[in-house]
């Protein structure tokens, strides 16, 4: 229950109106503030190799929404600079994901069998 409680307040926070009219730095700011409190509060750590398989998903799920929130407001980033400045957002996104695929796979093997 704590973790639905948590996740409907964490996108309350990511749909609040102080995102509406700001910058897309400002925005990548409070986005980057927003997740770091999201593991705080969730007991996750900062370095995803130390998180357990369901934390990398609830990691996975947190940065998937917060990009979507970024992009809805201001677009995919076109200058070079914007590119620059949201990448590590990204690159994090694509490692998360990367090692969440990683253990389905390695579970569905350990499950049905390998080859």
């Known amino acids: 229950m704590l973790v639905s409680e948590s996740s409907s307040s964490f996108d309350r ?5 102080s995102l509406l009219h700001s910058s897309l ?7 980057e503030r927003l997740l770091q409190e999201k593991r705080r509060n969730a007991g996750r750590p900062e370095a995803v190799e130390d998180m357990t398989v369901s934390q990398q998903a609830a990691e996975k799920i947190a940065i998937q929404k917060c990009l979507l929130r970024l992009e809805q407001l201001h677009g995919r980033a076109q200058s070079k600079e914007d590119r ?23 579970s569905q093997v350990a499950l049905f069998g390998g080859g």
């Open 84 to 106: 620059e400045m949201v990448r590590p957002l990204y690159d994090r996104y694509r490692a998360v994901k990367r090692v969440v695929a990683r253990a389905s796979s390695v």
């Open 13 to 17: 926070q990511l749909t609040s109106g």
């Open 25 to 31: 730095e400002e925005t990548f700011n409070e986005v």
